[in-house]
T-cell receptor, first 114, second 113 residues
């Protein structure tokens, strides 16, 4: 089983709303990631969690706040977003965050900011 | 530097073979990956190849790796309409210090009858 599950699949939010994206994996992976993908572009890394600790933040604005409550769950809290933040948000996981570990992606959450 | 390049579009007839090409720059990459993205979906890991291999075959998929030229290709035999998608080539440089995927821009494969 190489499944990464993301909810919700679609989210529409206003610029003053607070919402969260959720991600779950039961593969025993200790590294989890958030990627952002704009239309017709490849995914871009946002955050890396290793053993439930944030290890990489790719200069992401503070209106995106990640959280890793346990080794199976990863959340992305959204607040005061801008229309340009509308994108597909992909969660991913790998055995560890060491180089060369295969990364498995979820189906993504489509976010529209209005 | 880290850079992955691939052609943006490929059109093939159903039943023909498709070949998607990719070049990468970082020779430290231990693994090279092919991901498939269907419309409205996430990224599906299609296959990968270890850097000390020249070829890997998995059913209709054949991956060829030329380490000297830093060239990777994905061949899909007997291409079907369900193969229509965007295919991303990705390298995973060891020098990054963490598990970092460098993606190409993606090749859109269109399969027509």
């Amino acid at each position: 089983d190489t499944e990464v599950t993301q909810t919700p699949k679609h989210l529409v939010m206003g610029m003053t709303n607070k919402k969260s994206l959720k991600c779950e994996q039961h593969m025993g992976h200790r590294a989890m990631y958030w990627y952002k993908q704009k239309a017709k572009k490849p995914p871009e890394l946002m955050f890396v969690y290793s053993y439930e600790k944030l290890s990489i933040n790719e200069s992401v604005p503070s209106r995106f706040s990640p959280e890793c409550p346990n080794s199976s769950l990863l959340n992305l809290h959204l607040h005061a977003l801008q229309p340009e933040d509308s994108a597909l948000y992909l969660c991913a996981s790998s055995q560890t965050s060491d180089s060369g570990n295969t990364i498995y992606f979820g189906e993504g959450s489509w976010l529209t900011v209005v | 530097g880290e850079d992955v390049e691939q052609s943006l579009f490929l059109s093939v007839r159903e039943g023909d073979s498709s070949v998607i090409n990719c070049t990468y720059t970082d020779s430290s990459s231990t693994y090279l990956y092919w991901y498939k993205q269907e419309p409205g979906a996430g990224l599906q890991l299609l296959t990968y190849i270890f850097s000390n291999m020249d070829m890997k075959q998995d059913q209709r998929l054949t991956v060829l790796l030329n380490k000297k030229d830093k060239h990777l290709s994905l061949r899909i035999a007997d291409t079907q309409t369900g193969d229509s998608a965007i295919y991303f080539c990705a390298e995973s440089p060891f020098s990054g210090g963490y598990n970092k995927l460098i993606f190409g821009a993606g090749t859109r494969l269109a399969v027509h009858p």
